[in-house]
């Protein structure tokens, strides 16, 4: 249907399922939309419009010479228009844009007005509904650009009628469905090569947000009932006005529950953010190391394949791993030699203390906080707080286990001076499958190694380099 995909898609992906409620990608991805409407278009935005539009173009031009307009009834006509623009103004967001309920003013219009005749009144509609909204100031002139191949659509059924010399209201069961998929195959296709060459999208993330299609196949059946009287009864197409009214109420509802989502998530994360500021004013030495914790966490998350929900949930873990260390006394904190069993039992509270106030956030920032707790685990199971062992311990917390102590090693500490890189690097290789997750470990060492160093062995000697217990554990 047209318009479907009108608005920048983001870099990543939106989930597999048919899902009516977004998930975080596509939040994201909404949260772009929203902002994107009143935007400038880039020079390869425009360059891609003004080809699709020089596309159109030259399609409709090959249509009035293939089956030339002949007269028809004005009455219908411009009533069809009318209802078309009222259609383009009921629109149900999507993570790529929105969806309108067009078919409800498209499909009498097929029937209303040569074939020809039926992708410039489209055009023609759209360019009515979009008015307002350019006068309000809520849409820039510019982008009335998008409108011809947003019309692309039309292209679909009209080419279908055409080559098959039937005109809409004498076709058959079987040629009415193709052309439908013929509407639905074109409006994709025109949205599927803007958006891979305007914005860079992923192909199979276009793939996966064609269930709106499901929303123009269920309005086709009415369309056809009032398509059929739009001769015999002139004003038949306004019978769909009411239900337009209605789908309307449903697309502003909806529209109000997703900006109230996105604000909601948006609160989590300024939260998560100042707690991380928190973390930094109390104390300057741990808020450094989280922030540094956080780049080689996401980097390893990009090389271990963790999707964007999860990367989004070890961004925050990584930023507040070491949020509960707030309830520690300053003076352990800082100590500037081993801690003493009671000392260590009581900033071994701190992932713990972490969870508590993240579980208070509560949305997201609930997972995150089951991260935070996870983060002194061992792949052995002999970590803290719960003992768990393996794959028990989420893959969130083995990375950055793996990055906390990395960080730790390689910066000053009150008890010691930073390690070298391949003493750092053995004592990794001595810790996996006990402290750390192996495959965690190998693919870490790959990514801080230089290239050049890859192949070399760590030499024996560095291995030989005693490091206290809570260097190790980054406590």
């Known amino acids: 249907m047209a318009g479907l995909l009108r608005v920048r898609a983001a870099r990543i992906d939106i989930c597999a399922e ?21 935007s400038r278009m880039s020079a390869r935005e425009s360059n891609v419009v003004m080809l699709l539009n020089a596309a159109f173009v030259a399609a409709v031009a090959g249509l009035w010479l293939l089956r030339p307009p002949h007269g028809f009834a004005l009455v219908p006509a411009v009533e069809c228009v009318f209802v078309l623009a009222l259609a383009m103004l009921v629109r149900f967001d999507t993570p790529f844009g929105f969806t309108p309920a067009t078919q409800l ?18 055009v023609v509609a759209m360019v009515i509904s979009a008015l307002p909204a350019v006068r309000a100031g809520a849409l820039r002139p510019a982008r009335l650009l998008h409108i011809p191949n947003n019309a692309f659509f039309a292209l679909g059924p009209v080419a279908v009628f055409a080559f098959a010399h039937v005109e809409p209201r004498d076709a058959g069961a079987l040629l009415l469905a193709a052309a439908l998929a013929a509407q639905f195959l074109a409006d994709f296709a025109v949205s599927s090569v803007r958006f891979v060459m305007a914005w ?10 064609n269930w709106i ?49 996105l604000e909601l998530s948006s609160a989590y994360r300024g939260t ?14 741990t808020g450094e190391h989280c922030k540094s914790v956080v780049g080689l966490a996401l980097d390893l998350a990009e090389r271990l394949g963790l999707g964007p929900e999860r ?32 000392e260590w039992t009581i900033i071994k509270t701190h992932t713990v203390e972490g969870q508590k106030m993240l579980e208070r956030v509560g949305g997201f920032m609930r997972q995150v906080g089951d991260i935070v707790r996870s983060h002194h685990e061992r792949w052995d199971g002999g970590g803290y707080p719960d ?16 990055c906390d102590s990395w960080n730790a090693m390689r910066t000053d ?3 010691r001076k930073a390690l070298s890189h391949d003493v750092a690097v053995a004592e990794l290789v001595s810790g996996a499958g006990g402290q750390f997750d192996p495959r965690v470990v190998e693919t870490f060492i790959a990514m801080v190694t230089p290239a050049a160093e890859a192949d070399a062995p760590v030499p024996a000697s560095a291995g030989a380099v005693p490091a206290p217990a809570q260097l190790i554990a980054g406590i």
């Open 311 to 342: 990367q989004r949930n070890l961004e925050f873990a990584a930023l507040l791993h070491d949020v509960g260390k707030i309830a520690i006394p300053k003076e352990i904190i800082n100590k500037p030699g081993k801690l003493d069993p009671d």
């Open 105 to 122: 003013g498209f499909v009498p219009l097929l029937f209303a007005v040569p074939l020809a005749v039926v992708p410039v009144a489209v």
């Open 200 to 209: 860079g999208a992923s192909f199979s993330s276009l793939l996966r947000s």
């Open 213 to 261: 299609y499901l929303i123009d196949a269920a309005l086709s059946g009415v369309a056809l009932v009032v398509a059929e009287d739009i001769h015999s009864a002139p004003l038949a197409g306004l019978a769909v006005v009411p239900l337009l009214g209605l789908l309307a109420m449903f697309a502003h509802e909806r529209r109000q529950r997703l900006e109230s989502m």
């Open 272 to 285: 998560a953010l100042v707690l991380g500021d928190v973390i930094e004013a109390d104390d300057g030495y």
């Open 413 to 415: 500490r009150p008890y």
């Open 18 to 38: 048919m899902s009516f409620e977004p998930s975080f990608e596509e939040q994201e991805q909404l949260a772009v939309t929203f902002e994107r409407k009143n």
């Open 387 to 402: 003992g768990l062992a393996g794959e028990a311990i989420p893959l969130e917390a083995r990375i950055i286990t793996c």
